[in-house]
């Protein structure tokens, strides 16, 4: 998984330099920015959800060891990431090395 992150961030920043040099030029073509919606929506669709991982899918995750994702799991649902650490369900430290791979997404609103 961590080599599918790096692949999409290294396009993202080669999109992001053909894109630049492509300002200089001339405008930025209608394709450049496509392929830089498409790697932005895959660097999203990575991102672990702490609302429904499993307790296998969490300890997987750098720090996070069975009882904090036993921590995670109890603290269930997350109105937005940043409560694993407002919430004191992980510590700060190990928060940071894991900030940019989660998401706390929200269940569909029912009408």
Do not use: C, H
Not at 4 to 14: A, G
Not at 22 to 30: C, H, I, L, N, R
Not at 41 to 63: F, H, M, Y
């Amino acid at each position: 998984m961590l080599w599918k992150i790096l692949i999409v961030s290294l396009s993202l920043v080669f999109v992001s330099a053909i894109g630049f040099a492509a300002e200089k030029a001339s405008p930025v073509p209608a394709e450049v920015k496509t392929m830089e919606k498409k790697a932005e929506t895959a660097v999203k669709a990575e991102l672990l959800d702490i609302n429904t991982a499993s307790k296998e899918t969490l300890t997987k995750l750098p720090g996070i060891g069975d009882a904090y994702a036993k921590k995670i799991i109890d603290g269930r649902p997350y109105a937005n990431k940043d409560q694993l650490k407002s919430k004191n369900i992980i510590p700060a430290n190990v928060y940071e090395k894991i900030k940019d791979k989660i998401i706390a997404k929200q269940p569909p609103k029912k009408k």
